[in-house]
């Protein structure tokens, strides 16, 4: 599996990303249609989530146990399952204070 793996986890390893610190926040936009999104800018917007957790949280074989929600989002990414794969990944950075990248 880790075979399988490495070759996406190069290229999310590599993406650019911050940490959140202390910032102001700004209200959100109002509520409209929701936006409906590429499979090409969902893969790359799943690319630059799990880059981020593996770059600053930690990367899936690094504990004695992996984080198997990681790991199946990331799976799921990699298989193109990109609304099981997203809202994980976002969830996961949340919780460890990082504001999410911009979508586009």
């Known amino acids: 599996m880790t075979r399988k793996l490495l070759p996406l ?11 959140s610190g ?3 926040t700004t209200p959100a936009p109002a509520a409209g249609p929701a936006r409906t999104y590429t499979a090409e800018e969902d893969r ?9 957790y ?3 949280v930690g990367s899936i074989g690094s504990r004695v146990m992996p984080n198997v929600y990681i790991t199946g989002a990331i799976n799921e ?4 399952n990109y609304a ?3 809202p ?8 460890s204070d990082f504001t999410l990248p911009k979508r586009s």
Do not use: F, M, N, P
């Open 54 to 56: 593996l770059r600053y």
């Open 22 to 24: 202390d910032t102001t």
């Open 77 to 80: 990414c990699a298989q193109g």
């Open 84 to 86: 099981a794969g997203i």
């Open 44 to 52: 790359a917007y799943c690319g630059k989530l799990a880059g981020l």
């Open 9 to 19: 986890l190069l290229v999310l390893s590599a993406a650019a990303c911050t940490r």
């Open 88 to 95: 994980v990944l976002e969830k996961t950075l949340r919780e």
